[in-house]
Each structure stands twice: as structure tokens, then as C-alpha cells.
């Protein structure tokens, strides 16, 4: 087990709801950002004077914005069945880690200054003044959330707490209080084209060392081009899969499933990440200029269709949001919705009979799968509602012969957040983290012992990193996180291409297996 | 008597006036405000009539709520269905002539009244006893069931134990609709049940009571899942736009 300065909570079989423990989290707040990080976001430096002042102000003008902001700050009873659904409350015991209990922070404020109730009896409802302290509260609290909405799946108002805290980091980093880990990496978006700020000679690099690496294992030459003019598809993917185990297998597979397509398609290294961090902190102008980087990509390069790589809270924003940012798509190819998920892409090509599995390879492993929260609840694949949980649990069914679910209440809808999204996954959060993930570490734990599960499988680049990571906090081995492509990747029977070496002996083999069931 | 049911009327004209103003006011700043983003809570239905089925599951069975957690839901909902019967029974005080499904419901409303003060009992009791729902209470989470509790206990005595002439009652609403002062009868117990209503009139557009608006304009419930096949843009987002390449 890794060492660490806090109490790792002990896995249970369930996850119990805890007594509350006021301010037991009150010291956790991410680094503060620097004006280097903030300026280039069109933020303020540092925390300016007037910030009261400024900050009624500007939740005024997101009042004005945001309907839902209006509405979820007016329409919560206090009904209390929210109060136990959040996995940082879960794991922290901390009560302003209830979706409520955070809420109310800004809905407190909201109350003194924009209702005639509160601002004739503020006791009586429960309304306060926006001072240093409330303001800390803010930063600290609404750096508690990774905006995974699992709370408004159960709210009898539909009250989303993710609406609440990406106004009110909205709000903070309007008077120069920001987070240093979203900021900066917005900033390497728009200097370099991706979170990790990997420029285009060193994606090529890493391109190639992949198309390589694959020639080596499977005697097939599969491409991984960039920035080719022309490409039918344009893939956007998380940076992360260019570099980082497990995401980098998942890339391998993305290419395999092309490759078997026949269909041209690039990567591009001006729109070189899927993720879009502009969310996170609320912003509609960061997260539309972010949005607008594919379009320009797909211009530039001429593609008829956009498919994006495993990543969650980026799939929110592509298949909620892109058409509203960087739309309309009217120059590609209307045949195909915009845009697409690279699990709606593989699991077509298998309804069609087109990709060939040998399940055998998986065969030394034990699957479940992890519902990555903004894929669950902020988003669809394929025509039906649900289909973010149908799909990639057919591809998986489709590349191996052992799956198994874990608790119900811990997936599809009510899936629980890694504990890492929303703008989360920085080593200054750990503790956050580690005790966030246990509501999904329990129920993986369960599984492990019950069915002999060995791997979870998942499809967002936040949940890989952060699994990675707090895995083994908890006593479980980093390596049990895996990417579904990676499935996909192990058990693909790949086609030669006509200059490949035509009687390799390993997996060219024809396969024994039926290619489409399901 | 006559200055009380002077009083009494202007209270009403008042109370009236503050809830449907207010109401007006609150609905139209709601329906003003964009909503930027497609925000709901997926699954969700694809269609506008999907959504209406999403909506009035919510509405009629507090779906989502029964999910959460089943005691405020059966709380809940047995407070909000007898406030519904109830609601449905007074309205004969305020029609001439009593439609006949008005008519119907008239035996049931004495249940919807016990109902109403069983489910209250229990939401009240949630505010006690469990932790979480204790640490979010403000006092006017309490002082609302209180109102609502005394709303019930004073009506179902007006009924059942200090009968009271209903029928000058509904002589005294009708003359208000004629603006006339007609005579309220003097009973202590029937003055504070239609004082504590005229209160949750007056509160309903400054307190979580508006969550009973809020609710259809939840984004989060009301949009359809169609954002690939249908772009949405809010005015202000339009805007940007300008000068795109
Ligand atoms: S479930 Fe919704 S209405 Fe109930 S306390 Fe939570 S946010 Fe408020
Ligand atoms: S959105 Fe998720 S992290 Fe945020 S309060 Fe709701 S349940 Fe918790």
C-alpha cells in the first residue's frame, strides 16, 4: 500500500453512509493559480480588490445566463435525498460534501443578495454575506466537486451540483482567484494543442515508435497518420493516449479498428486533445475556443467526419456541446452524426460482421466495467437512451469471453466518479482523491472477491490516470485499469496489407471464433 | 365582526395579489433566462414528447425522488398528493356552480387532509433524526412545516370539531370576486386557518415553495437529448458568433 499523510478508508463491502463530520475536508483546496496561468485566460492575475464587489456582480451576470443556475439556486426543498449520493461525501464524511451542503454555499450567498427574504432575514433562511471566509469555503468546496451530476440523477428538482460549482469557479477565477492545474493546461491548449503541451514533432515521434511497435507484434503495418490532408475521419483523442499506459493501448486499438475499416483518417496536431478543461472552470468562451480548435482542424484538413477517443468529460462536451460551440457541421458528411464515439464506430463495424475477434487472447483476464460518469449521465452513444452503457459493454462482450458487473447501484446511471474528473486530477487533490474513489474501489473490491474479477475496464482518460493512481492506496495493483480499445486491440484479427509479410505465424491465424454475435 | 372581515378581505385582495404577481414575475424571469447549454441528465428521452412523459412521471410520481430515497419520497409524495385532494375539495368554496368532479372528490378530501398532516409529520421528523438532513435545515425549512402542519390541524378542526357555516364562507369568497364585503364567520379557529393560508400565499414566491414552478423548467429534466441532430445556441451565445470564420 502507498504511503500517505491521511487515513486511506478502509474498504467495506458496501458503501456505508457516514455520520457527518463538519469541516473534516475544510483543509483540502487545490493550488491557487499564478497570473502567468491566469492572463492568457482573459482572468485577472491575482485576487483583485473590490472581489466582493466583483463577484456579486458576476454572479448577477451568470443569473442572467444560466437558467439552470437561476433555477436550482430557487428550487431545492432541502428534501435531503442528495445528501448521501456524492462520493466525496461518501469517502470524507464531510458534510459540505453533500451536494446540498455544497450548494448551499453559494445558494447562502445568493439568498443575502438577490432575495428579498434574504436580505431581510438572513438567519431565518439561512442567508450569509460573501466574506473572506465564505470566499475560502468556495475555493476549497467547489474544488470538492468533479461535476460527475451523479446528484441530479436523484434530486426530485433535477438540481445538478456540477452547474452550481462550474459558475462558481466561474466566478472565482473572474476575480482572480483560479486553479492553477485547469488554468495552466488550458493555456498549453492554446500555445501548443493539447493538455500535456506535446508538441507536433513529438506526437509524430510517438506516432511512429506506435506504428513500430505494432508492426513488430502483429506483422501487419497499421497507421497511425497526422495532420493528413484529406483523411476521411479526423480522430480527436485525449492527449494522454500519445504517451501514458493504459491510454496509449487504447490508441493502438483505435488504429486497429481504422485500419480494419479501410477508411482514411488522421490525427491532427492542432486539435491534438479531446478533453476540454473549459468546462471544468465554467467558462463558455474557454470552452467554445477550445471547441472551435476542431473545427479549424477539420477545415484545414478536409475530413467528412469527426471521431473522438475514450475520454469522458471530453464526450460531454463533443456530443452535448460541440455542435453548439463549433457548429454547424454542415461541410462533412451528413450520414454520419457529429460527432462520433469511437465505440459508435467499432461497434457498428461489429453489427456489420467487418472486425474478426480471437476472445482466447483476453482470456487471462476477468473484466468489469466502469461507468465513466459524464458518458453516463451527460451524454448518449447510438439512437437509443442508454446506449453509453449498451455499446462499449457489447464491445466488450464481443472481444471477451469473462465479464462481470459490478453492484448495480454503482453503475449505468448510477455510476460513481473515479473521484478524479472536473478539473480534479492534480497531485495537490490526492487526498480528495484517494477518499473519493472509495465508493467505486468497494464495489470493485466486491467483485474482485465474489467473481474472481482481475481488471476494470474504462473509457475516460481521467479515470485511467486517476485509477492508476489510487489503486494502490487501496491494495490493488495500478496495472487493473485498462482501456477498452486495449480489449479490442489484444483480441483484433488484423488483415494483412498487400506489403506485409504474408505467413507470419502469430495471430494472422484465421479465428475460431464467431466475429458477430451479439 | 364587520371590521375583521374587512380586514380579512383586503387580506385575501393581498395575498392574491403578492401570489400571483409574484408567481407571474418568477415564471417569467425563469422562462427569460437562456439556457446555453444542453444539460439533461442522460438518459434521457430524444423527443418532445418523451420529454412530457419524463416531466409528468416526475410530476405526478416523484420518479427521480423515489430513487433518492424511499422515506422522503413516501413522505413526500402522501403530503403532496393530500395537498393535491384537499386543494381540489376547497375549490367548491370558491365556484358556484361545484363541478362534478369537484363533487367526487368532496368524501375524500377529510383523508387528504390526514394524509397531508401524516406525510408532513414524517418530512419533519427526517429533519430531526437523520444528521445530514438536520445539518441542512435552515429555520425556514421548520417554520414552513410548521405552517403547513397548522394549515391541516386547523382545518381538520374547523371540520370535524368546531363546525363552522360554510356557507357563509363561500358567500364571503364569491362577494370577493364582486369586490363585496360579505360577513366572514367569527369563529377563532376558521379566522387562523384562512390567516396561516393567506401567509403561504404570500410566502409561495419568495421561498423554496417555488420549487413547484422551478421544477418544469429544469433543465436537467426538460430538454430533449438532441444535440447532435439539433444545434442549440442561446441568444448571448449567438453573438459570439459574429465574425466566424
Ligand atoms: S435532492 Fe435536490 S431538492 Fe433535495 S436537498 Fe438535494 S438538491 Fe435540494
Ligand atoms: S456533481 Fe458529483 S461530485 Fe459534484 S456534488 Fe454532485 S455527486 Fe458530488
Known amino acids: 500500500m502507498a504511503k500517505s499523510a491521511f487515513r486511506v478508508p478502509p474498504l467495506s463491502q458496501y458503501t456505508e453512509v457516514p455520520a457527518i463530520m463538519p469541516g473534516a475536508m475544510a483543509q483540502s483546496a487545490p493550488f491557487v493559480s499564478k497570473a502567468e496561468f491566469q492572463e492568457p485566460l482573459g482572468f485577472p492575475g491575482e485576487l483583485v480588490d473590490d472581489w466582493q464587489a466583483r463577484a456579486i456582480a458576476k454572479m448577477g451576470e451568470l443569473l442572467g445566463k444560466y437558467r439552470s443556475l437561476r433555477v436550482y439556486l430557487d428550487a431545492c426543498v432541502k428534501c435531503g435525498a442528495c445528501t448521501d449520493k456524492c462520493h466525496y461525501f461518501l469517502g470524507t464524511s464531510d458534510p459540505r460534501n453533500m451536494p446540498v451542503g455544497r450548494q448551499d454555499l453559494l445558494r447562502k450567498v445568493y439568498r443575502r443578495y438577490f432575495t428579498w427574504s434574504g436580505r431581510l432575514f438572513p438567519r431565518l433562511v439561512g442567508a450569509e454575506d460573501l466574506t473572506r471566509e465564505m470566499l475560502d469555503d468556495w475555493y476549497s468546496y467547489f474544488h470538492q466537486c468533479s461535476q460527475c451530476r451523479r446528484c441530479s440523477v436523484f434530486c426530485p428538482l433535477g438540481i445538478d451540483t456540477a452547474e452550481i460549482s462550474m459558475a462558481a469557479r466561474e466566478i472565482l477565477d473572474s476575480i482572480g482567484l483560479g486553479q492553477k492545474y485547469c488554468n495552466e493546461i488550458i493555456g498549453k491548449v492554446y500555445k501548443v494543442g493539447n493538455n500535456l503541451g506535446l508538441p507536433g514533432p513529438a506526437l509524430r515521434h510517438t506516432l511512429e515508435g506506435l506504428e513500430e511497435d505494432v508492426y513488430d507484434d502483429t506483422g501487419v503495418r497499421v497507421r497511425y497518420p497526422i495532420d493528413q490532408e484529406g483523411a476521411e475521419i479526423l480522430l480527436v483523442t485525449p492527449s494522454a493516449d500519445f504517451f501514458a499506459e493504459p491510454h496509449v493501448d487504447g490508441l493502438i486499438g483505435y488504429g486497429k479498428v481504422l485500419h480494419e475499416s479501410g477508411i482514411s483518417w488522421t490525427l491532427s496536431s492542432h486539435a491534438s486533445e479531446a478533453a476540454n478543461f473549459g468546462m471544468f472552470i465554467g467558462s463558455y468562451d474557454n470552452m467554445r475556443q477550445i471547441a472551435l480548435r476542431i473545427r479549424e482542424a477539420a477545415i484545414q484538413l478536409k475530413v467528412k467526419r469527426i471521431v473522438f477517443g475514450e475520454c469522458g468529460h471530453a464526450w460531454r462536451v463533443a456530443y452535448s456541446f460541440l455542435n453548439t460551440l463549433a457548429g454547424p457541421w454542415d461541410f462533412l458528411d451528413p450520414r454520419y452524426p457529429v460527432p462520433q464515439h469511437i465505440c459508435e464506430f467499432t461497434y457498428d463495424l461489429i453489427q456489420q460482421g467487418r472486425l474478426t475477434f480471437d476472445k482466447s487472447l483476453n482470456d487471462d483476464k476477468v473484466l468489469t466495467y466502469h461507468d465513466s460518469c459524464n458518458v453516463a449521465r451527460a451524454s448518449r452513444m447510438g439512437d437509443m437512451p442508454g446506449g453509453q452503457f449498451e455499446i462499449p459493454r457489447a464491445i466488450i462482450r464481443a472481444t471477451c469471453n469473462h465479464f462481470h458487473e459490478m453492484d448495480e447501484d454503482t453503475i449505468r446511471d448510477r455510476t460513481f466518479c473515479c473521484g478524479g474528473g472536473g478539473g480534479l486530477l492534480t497531485d495537490d487533490l490526492i487526498e480528495l482523491r484517494v477518499k473519493g474513489a472509495k465508493p467505486r474501489m468497494d464495489a470493485l473490491n466486491n467483485v474482485m472477491q465474489e467473481k474472481g474479477v482481475t481488471h476494470m475496464v474504462a473509457i475516460c482518460a481521467i479515470c485511467k490516470s486517476q485509477f492508476t493512481k489510487v489503486l494502490p492506496y487501496y491494495g490493488m495493483e495500478m496495472e487493473q485499469i485498462l482501456s477498452l480499445h486495449q480489449l479490442v486491440s489484444n483480441a483484433i484479427v488484423l488483415t494483412p496489407g498487400p506489403d506485409d509479410e504474408a505467413d507470419e505465424d502469430d495471430d494472422d491465424d484465421q479465428p475460431d471464433d464467431d466475429p458477430d454475435q451479439e | ?245
Open chain 2, 1 to 245: 365582526m364587520a371590521f375583521l372581515t374587512t380586514v380579512y378581505a383586503f387580506l385575501f385582495y393581498f395575498a392574491a395579489f403578492v401570489l400571483v404577481a409574484g408567481l407571474v414575475f418568477r415564471i417569467a424571469r425563469y422562462a427569460l433566462t437562456p439556457a446555453p447549454l444542453k444539460i439533461p441528465t442522460t438518459p434521457a428521452p430524444t423527443t418532445r414528447g418523451g420529454v412530457v412523459l419524463r416531466m409528468t412521471r416526475e410530476v405526478v410520481l416523484f420518479e427521480s425522488l423515489f430513487r433518492g430515497n424511499k422515506w422522503t419520497w413516501i413522505f413526500g409524495w402522501i403530503f403532496h398528493f393530500g395537498l393535491f385532494i384537499v386543494t381540489l375539495r376547497h375549490l367548491r368554496y370558491f365556484i358556484e356552480p361545484v363541478w362534478f368532479p369537484i363533487q367526487l372528490v368532496q368524501p375524500f378530501g377529510i383523508y387528504g387532509g390526514l394524509a397531508m398532516i401524516i406525510g408532513l409529520a414524517g418530512l419533519w421528523a427526517r429533519r430531526f433524526l437523520v444528521d445530514r438532513v438536520r445539518y441542512i435545515s435552515a429555520p425556514s425549512d421548520h417554520l414552513i412545516l410548521a405552517l403547513l402542519i397548522l394549515i391541516g390541524v386547523s382545518g381538520l378542526l374547523v371540520k370535524f370539531v368546531f363546525h363552522t357555516d360554510v356557507v357563509a364562507i363561500k358567500t364571503f369568497f364569491l362577494g370577493l370576486y364582486a369586490f363585496e364585503i360579505r360577513p366572514l364567520p367569527a369563529d377563532p379557529l376558521l379566522l387562523l386557518h384562512l390567516l396561516l393560508v393567506a401567509m403561504l400565499m404570500i410566502l409561495f414566491p419568495y421561498s423554496k415553495l417555488l420549487h413547484a414552478p422551478g421544477l418544469f423548467f429544469s433543465p436537467s429534466r426538460n430538454q430533449a437529448d438532441n444535440p447532435r441532430e439539433q444545434r442549440h445556441l442561446a441568444p448571448w451565445a449567438k453573438r459570439l458568433e459574429q465574425g466566424r470564420g
